[in-house]
Structures are given as C-alpha cells and as structure tokens.
C-alpha cells in the first residue's frame, strides 16, 4: 500500500479566524515545481522589490510575493499538483479567543488528523516546526486521535477504523523550501481570501486550480469548559484529486458491504461466544506475532511481537492489563491490516463482534465494561493453567 503525503500550515488572524490545512498528494512535491516557477518569473523584463526577494531567496511565501511571482507559481500548481486540501478552521473571532490559541490549534490539527487517519493510508506528514509544532507534541495529538477512535469501534462496530503508519517530518520555518509546504502557503493564502471575503483578486487563485469537490460543515465541539464551539470543515479538490477522498474510496465505503443488509444483533448469546472473543484476540496476536505484518503496519510489529511475548510471560495477577493490551493492539490492526476477508459474510461478522465487545473493554465510563474485562480476565486465569493451547501460549 503506497503511502500519501500531507504538507500542513497554519494560519492566524488575531481577529477573524484560525486555522490548520493539509495538502494531501499522491507522491511527493518534486522541487521541479518551485524551479520552473522561478525561472518563469526570471522571464520578466520589469522587476519589483517583491519579486527580486523571491528570486533572491528562491522560494515563494505567498503574502510577501508579488501578484507576477504569485501567477507564476499558481500555473505551476494548475500544471502539476493534483490532491486534495483538508482545512479545518474557526471563523469565529469570539469562540477564537475564548478558547485560546493552544486548545484552538490542537482541536484543529487532530481534525485534519482524523480525516487523514480514516484514508487508511501510510502518511508521510509535512509540517512546518514552529513554537507549538514539534514532534512530541503532535505524537501527543496522533495518540489521542487513536484514543478517539479505538471508542468508535465500540460505538459504531459497522464502520471500519484505520490506524496508518504516520511519519512526522519536521521543515523548520527557515527552511520552506521544502515545496509542498510552499504550495499549501500558496492555497492557503489564496483560500483564506476566498472563505472570508477579504480580497476577491486574491481569492481567484484558488479557484482557478479548485477541482468540482468541495464540501463544507460546521462541526458543533465540546472544549472541555462546557462551552459549545463552532468550528468549521472544508475539503477542497485541487484539480483531478487524489486518492485520499476517503467519502468516494470505494475500499472504505466497501469494506464491510457484504454485511451491509445482514446486520445482525451483536448480543453474546453463551458463554461460548463470550469467551470467543478472547480466544480469538489473543490467538490472532500470537499468530501475526509469528508471522510477522504487512509492509503497510510495520509501525505495529514490533509492538506485536512484545505483547506475544507478554503474555506468554504474564502471570495471573496481571490478566485484568493482558486484555487490555489485546484490545487495544487488536483494534489497531482490525481494519488497517485488514484482519478479514470482506467476501466472507459470516466470518466478517463474527470478527465485528469480537471487536466490538475488546473495544467494550477500554470503555471505563461504562459499568458494563468493567463486568465484561472481568469476566474475561477470570477466564484467561483458568484457561492459562488448564487449556493454554486455546490461548496460543503453546505455539
């Protein structure tokens, strides 16, 4: 599975609206784009100050460019980039300053994220190192999106949740010539102009390279103080797209339609099915624990290989942490791998159970959860002593 690439930027505006954007192509920004761009520009007989700055440095910084190095550089967009632009933001000055900046940029950027995640692609994330940007915190932000989705196993079992492989690459803010982080500048800056009606000269560019997809919702958050937040969500098309648009992904639509009009009851009618979804947790860990994953979830393996040899080692006093562990590994690599073959309508559906009843297990405001990681707990005690076989301990 081939991975994407996502160049994000920021934007602020102390009194009219925030905001993080993500640039999502298919391989990578060659320089190319930047050069061609300069030497185009090189090409005018008359030169402004602007325009000797940018040819001097050599990169394009769209709210400092002359409109001429901005012409050149948007036709080399409309020639050669082809993505998608996820923007989340808030145009709402009094919700803006309520919440303050952090809490504003982090709710943003695990947005963008969750859209990404749900591509179910490897990502190679592009963003530009600021005060707030570096890496701890956005693994922070990628661990907390996972968080949020490990509850959407539970909540809703039908839909699939992807966990990719998501590498962070740094581009420090001295060193925009990283050119995909200058195209989504450029967009952005042009975007901007366009959402919030400031200057409609500026906001031509971007719909000049806009593809026929962009959709925008207003999306009502919770910030944690009670308080009701309005942020917004656009995706923008840029030319012919790319293939993150995971709401038209066939593979994501499509992933369980072979259940789609059998939905059953997810009721565990014995002890049978109940203890099934141990067994079959744990034996599946094991078993890839063995055999190693696909390229695509080598971010996953070594974990794998750690909670296999885990729980062949952990005692009884540690049974409560054993399922707690295989739940969340075995949410993870459910639908990323994937851990099913959707043309296998039965098995399919009993794999949803199993892991809708393990992302039970991480529930603790449940009461229901408790009781049930109890019940599992007890019974990996006895299988542990009597039946390890069952549990893949002997393998």
């Given at each position: 599975m081939e991975d994407l690439y996502v160049y994000l930027d920021e934007t602020t505006s102390s009194d009219q609206?925030?905001?993080i954007a993500a640039l999502v192509v298919d391989s990578p920004i060659n320089k190319i784009v930047?050069?061609?761009?300069?030497?185009?520009?090189?090409t005018f007989e008359e030169t402004t100050p602007e325009v000797k700055r940018t040819l001097n440095?050599?990169?394009?910084?769209?709210?400092?460019?002359?409109?001429?190095?901005?012409?050149?550089?948007m036709s080399e967009i409309r020639t050669s980039i082809n993505g998608h632009i996820i923007y989340a933001y808030n145009g709402e000055k009094d919700n803006h300053s309520a919440r303050g900046p952090e809490l504003v940029y982090q709710s943003q950027f695990k947005h963008c994220l969750m859209k990404l995640a749900n591509s179910g692609r490897p990502l190679q994330l592009y963003v530009e190192s600021r005060g707030k940007t570096d890496?701890?915190?956005?693994?922070?932000?990628?661990?907390?999106?996972?968080?949020?989705?490990i509850s959407l196993a539970y909540d809703w079992p039908w839909l699939p949740v992807y966990f990719p492989r998501m590498v962070i690459n740094l581009v420090k803010k001295t060193e925009s010539a990283e050119p995909g982080?200058?195209?989504?500048?450029?967009?952005?800056?042009?975007l901007n102009h366009d959402l919030f009606k400031l200057d409609p000269k500026k906001a031509?560019?971007?719909?000049?390279?806009?593809?026929?997809?962009?959709?925008?919702?207003?999306?009502?958050q919770n910030d944690g103080l009670n308080a009701k937040i309005v942020e917004e969500a656009g995706l923008i098309m840029i030319n012919s797209g790319s293939r993150f648009y995971y709401e038209g992904n066939p593979e994501f639509l499509n992933a369980y339609s072979s259940v789609s009009n059998e939905r059953r009851g997810l009721a565990l009618k014995n002890d049978t099915e109940r203890l099934g979804i141990l067994l079959v947790g744990e034996r599946t860990i094991h078993e890839l624990a063995k055999q190693g994953l696909p390229p695509h979830v080598n971010h996953l393996a070594d974990e794998c290989v750690r909670l296999s040899n885990f729980l062949k080692k952990a005692t009884d006093t540690m049974a409560d942490e054993c399922i707690q562990r295989i739940a969340r590994l075995y949410i993870r690599l459910f639908d990323t791998v994937p851990l099913y073959e959707k043309d296998k309508v039965d098995a399919l559906i009993l794999l949803i159970k199993v892991r809708h009843y393990l992302a039970l297990c991480l529930r603790d405001n449940l009461p229901q959860a408790f009781t049930f990681r109890q019940y599992l707990s007890k019974n990996r005690k006895i299988l542990r002593q009597k039946s390890p076989e069952l549990l893949g301990l002997n393998e």
């Open positions: 609206h925030s905001g930047v050069s061609q761009a300069i030497a185009k520009l090189q440095r050599g990169f394009f910084h769209a709210s400092k460019d002359h409109p001429k190095a901005i012409a050149c550089f890496e701890v915190k956005i693994r922070s932000l990628i661990e907390e999106v996972e968080k949020s989705h982080n200058q195209v989504i500048d450029s967009l952005l800056w042009s031509d560019w971007i719909k000049q390279v806009q593809g026929p997809q962009r959709v925008e919702a207003k999306i009502m």
